[in-house]
């Protein structure tokens, strides 16, 4: 109210915290955002291979603030019986109170399963199973991918998504051989061979923002007030791998127009990952 | 706890799954220490304060969700992340002295033997309340009464259980600086291993499997107080002596290196 007035000044800092929406409205109705960037801009993203050496593949990927770190762990198991020559990739994701005081200690919240769910989702056309296999009907690499979440500032899906991308790049599954006799199987780590994916993703989210403004890469303050969001996942070839919208209402063309930067966002993404 | 009950809140893999027999590693000792430290070195410390947390004066930052303080901590292949928040509404009222809590994971990739459960084992509650009881003695928690300061800690990558909790102690330390929490003196954490009637300072994982004896210390060198101290496994009495005398000391070198990053952080 006082803002809007005029009557009371602010330090910018206190109009911040006590008028968040109105903050972010200045900004946006000038067809810019509080931290400088353009609608369509996205933050500065790096991605790094192999950072744990206690993980058969790894990757530290930074969004702008947000930062994920992914460790993919190699254990061997028994194939499910109707598949008995493929292995196995689970992927969850860790959102602890560490990251961001909006998370509780404890269960994964509903945010976790869901994005855990949907990365799996995401993933399970991108490993070839079968390669997985040590010997068939009797064990087979399980892969256990986890992405822990060190701070979040918005777009944690993207994060989440490349910084997998990068870890399942960068495994290096041990030679492994099954002694059929004692049903021991033993690994070889001098000779490793790394995991060939069949298809690379790349992520781009957009946020509806006061349900008026499409902006894309939200950070944690403009996800606050978003009353929508849209991500689109492309494959290495620019085709679509998936859409998911969540929210508010957009329009189609603003839909397509969100492909289309995806397709930019996939380059940058791509020169990122090396 | 039952590892084979299905947690319904995450992906599942198969239920049960082993580690395959990886060829022999070679006695970490064989020649001089592998990464040919002297007995009584430290590894090497990276720090850095305030990656989680966000300046006051710094308004690209979303701060609403931000914790007060936060640290990462290197030492070696050990990486440690933690953020305190606090104080804050404390969750019992009319306590004249504040609380101090604490949270310690493992990542699930962060051993390098098998992938830990992502539910929290009993070690893990265990190392919190170590840390917790090592830390407390340091702040002036009369100075807050009614509220709480609770750190997060999430180990990234170990490498040496001991040295592992004293990283993690470090780390507590100088994002508790970070913080502005009023304390009397930082903490400053060691551990060693005993091989062969030997003490040898900040084991790695392979050496700290064929030590005969662990020590962790927590230590406030300007106080001159030892604030935690645990001793694992077979020694004499003499040799524990000698082992405090050693910790305490090379503490008080950590502690320098932690001071020293703590300035860089505030020049900076």
Redesign the interface.
């Known amino acids: 109210m006082a803002s809007t007035t005029g009557q009371l000044t602010f330090a910018?800092?206190t109009f911040?915290?006590i008028h968040?929406v109105e903050f972010q409205r200045r900004f946006l109705s000038q067809q810019t955002r509080?931290?400088?960037r353009a609608f369509d801009e996205f933050r500065n993203t790096q991605v790094v291979k192999g950072t744990?050496?206690?993980?058969h593949g790894?990757s530290t990927v930074r969004i702008g603030?947000t930062?994920m770190?992914c460790?993919?762990?190699a254990?061997?198991?028994?194939p499910?019986v109707s598949r008995p020559n493929e292995g196995?990739l689970?992927?969850?994701i860790?959102l602890?109170?560490?990251?961001?005081?909006?998370y509780r200690?404890g269960?994964?919240s509903e945010e976790a399963?869901v994005c855990?769910?949907h990365l799996?989702r995401l993933f399970s056309g991108c490993v070839d199973l079968a390669a997985l296999c040590i010997e068939k009907g009797q064990a087979v690499w399980?892969l256990?991918a986890?992405v822990?979440c060190?701070?979040?500032?918005?777009n944690i899906m993207d994060a989440a998504i490349i910084a997998l991308l990068a870890a399942l790049e960068d495994v290096q599954l041990?030679q492994?051989s099954l002694d059929s006799v004692t049903g021991?199987?033993?690994?070889?780590?001098?000779m490793a061979k790394r995991l060939q994916l069949q298809r690379r993703l790349f992520p781009a989210s957009f946020s509806l923002v006061d349900d008026a403004y499409l902006v894309a890469d939200a950070?944690?303050?403009?996800e606050?007030l978003a009353t929508g969001s849209l991500l689109v996942v492309l494959d290495g070839n620019g085709k679509l791998a998936n859409v998911w919208k969540r929210g508010s209402f957009i329009g189609r063309d603003a839909i397509a127009r969100c492909v289309e930067e995806a397709q930019a966002r996939r380059n940058a993404v791509a020169k990122a990952l090396k | 706890m039952a590892t084979n009950a299905m947690d319904r809140r995450r992906i599942n893999g198969p239920q049960r799954t082993v580690e395959p027999i990886y060829s022999k590693d070679t006695d970490p000792f064989a020649s001089g220490r592998k990464d040919s430290r002297s007995l009584d070195q430290v590894r090497p410390i990276y720090m850095k304060t305030g990656p989680l947390s966000t300046q006051a004066n710094d308004l690209s930052a979303s701060s609403a969700a931000a914790a007060s303080g936060s640290a990462f901590y290197e030492q070696g292949n050990i990486r440690v992340s933690c953020a305190v928040y606090g104080p804050r509404q404390g969750r019992k009222s009319n306590t004249r002295m504040g609380s101090f809590d604490c949270d310690f994971r493992y990542a699930p990739f962060s051993c390098s033997w098998k992938k830990r459960s992502h539910v929290r084992g009993a070690d893990e509650k265990e190392i919190s309340l170590m840390l917790e009881h090592a830390i407390a003695p340091a702040i002036r928690l009369d100075a807050y009464p009614k509220a709480c300061i609770d750190a997060f800690v999430t180990v990234i990558e170990s490498d040496g259980k001991s040295a592992t909790i004293a990283a993690a102690i470090n780390c507590i330390s100088a994002a508790l600086v970070d913080a502005g929490i009023e304390m009397y003196d930082s903490v400053a954490a060691c551990s060693m291993g005993l091989w062969e009637s030997q003490w040898v300072a900040d084991c790695s994982q392979a050496e700290e499997n064929v030590s005969s004896s662990t020590m962790i210390i927590a230590y406030m060198p300007s106080a001159d107080e030892v604030t935690y101290m645990l001793q694992h496994g077979k020694t004499s009495p003499d040799q524990t002596d000698q082992a405090v005398q050693t910790c305490i000391n090379m503490c008080t070198r950590v502690y320098a290196v932690l001071c020293r990053g703590l300035q860089a952080s505030i020049s900076e």
């Open positions: 910018i800092e911040k915290r968040p509080h931290d400088g744990i050496s206690t993980a790894s603030n930062t770190v460790g993919i762990k254990e061997v198991s028994e499910d196995f689970t992927t969850n860790d602890s109170p560490m990251c961001s005081a909006s200690p269960a994964p399963q855990s769910e799996f399980a256990a986890d822990v060190l701070k979040s500032d918005g041990p492994a021991v199987v033993s690994a070889d780590k001098t950070d944690d303050a403009e606050r």
